[in-house]
């Protein structure tokens, strides 16, 4: 008995199908084998118009599965491919002709008896190539296009993350002179963070950002989309860092590590320090400074 939970032909998505099986590989061989063998100078105008268009829709599939990958605004790209393709292939036929031409008799010179069937041969294996490179660049892509769900996994969130936020949210209470207002929005926040998950890269003991999740069912702070105005500033290897959170859509949205452009030039080196060089751990709320952003700039808590 054949396992249920085998993937068919059928349930397999379009931008797997197609070309990328040995059917069409041969297909391809085939047909751009059968395209280089007639001879268009022992042709009619109307038949050799009729060739240029049969090798212009050979050359518009081929770019499609070309161009599947490629983002475009708002054209689909496998559409665009085929259109540019084919209109390259007729605008260019001239040129084909004449090096189409050039070869048999090249070939006939070399004492080719066969020149066209031997450039059908050709041909043929130039379309097997030309398939079986798509193939591989195909399987390329398909193994660099990860699902999220691969590279991140949901935990509860650090502890040391939970007392940065916590004390970042309640500084502002200490501060309200230096941002009014905030204390409601804290509240909210505070609450977000009891239900809140985590976020985080698979398989990393450390990173430098926490994403929050798992909050859709929670009440939004307003603006929605903020950085909170209370910074934690530490410095870990003589490189200084701060810890930022930010909201997204009135809610958590992540908390960061990254370099304290204030207190770093532009020419300075420690820009090229990899944080993660430097850092083993998330600092606790004793081993930061907290700091609030002001109309003047930042000033310590407290």
């Given at each position: 008995m054949s396992d249920p939970s085998a993937q068919s032909d059928l349930d397999t998505p379009p931008d797997r199908q197609g070309r990328f099986a040995p059917r069409t590989i041969a297909a391809?061989?085939?047909?751009?084998?059968?395209?280089?063998?007639?001879?268009?100078?022992?042709?009619?105008?109307?038949?050799?118009?009729?060739?240029?268009l049969a090798r212009s829709t050979y050359v518009g599939w081929y770019t499609a599965d070309m161009a599947r990958h490629t983002p475009l605004p708002s054209v689909p790209a496998p559409l665009f491919g085929a259109v540019a393709g084919a209109a390259a292939?007729?605008?260019?036929?001239?040129?084909?002709?004449?090096?189409?031409r050039w070869l048999a008799d090249r070939l006939g010179s070399w004492g080719v008896r066969r020149p066209r069937l031997a450039m059908a041969l050709i041909g043929a294996g130039m379309g097997a190539l030309l398939a079986l490179d798509q193939q591989r660049q195909q399987s390329s892509q398909d193994q660099e296009l990860l699902d999220p769900?691969?590279?991140?996994?949901?935990?509860?969130?650090?502890?040391?993350?939970?007392?940065?936020?916590?004390a970042m949210l309640e500084a502002v209470v200490a501060e309200d002179a230096a941002a009014p207002g905030l204390d409601g929005a804290a509240a909210i926040l505070g609450e977000q963070l009891e239900q809140a998950k985590a976020s985080v890269l698979r398989h990393e003991l450390m990173d430098t950002d926490v994403f929050f999740s798992d909050l859709e069912d929670t009440t939004r702070v307003v603006p929605h989309a903020q950085t909170w105005p209370v910074r934690a500033h530490f410095e870990a290897g003589d490189?200084?860092?701060?810890?930022?959170?930010?909201?997204?859509?009135?809610?958590?949205?992540?908390?960061?590590?990254?370099?304290?452009?204030?207190?770093?030039?532009?020419?300075?080196?420690?820009?090229?320090?990899?944080?993660?060089?430097?850092?083993e751990t998330w600092p606790t709320p004793h081993e930061v400074r907290l700091v609030v952003e002001t109309a003047e700039g930042y000033r310590p808590v407290g």
């Open positions: 391809s061989a085939l047909a751009l084998g059968a395209l280089s063998l007639p001879d268009q100078t022992r042709m009619s105008p109307g038949r050799r118009h009729l060739l240029r292939a007729l605008a260019t036929a001239p040129v084909d002709e004449a090096s189409d769900e691969d590279l991140f996994e949901t935990v509860e969130v650090p502890e040391a993350a939970r007392a940065l936020v916590t490189v200084p860092m701060m810890v930022e959170l930010t909201i997204g859509d009135g809610r958590l949205g992540g908390l960061s590590i990254m370099h304290r452009d204030q207190d770093l030039g532009e020419d300075d080196p420690r820009w090229e320090v990899e944080l993660l060089e430097v850092l």
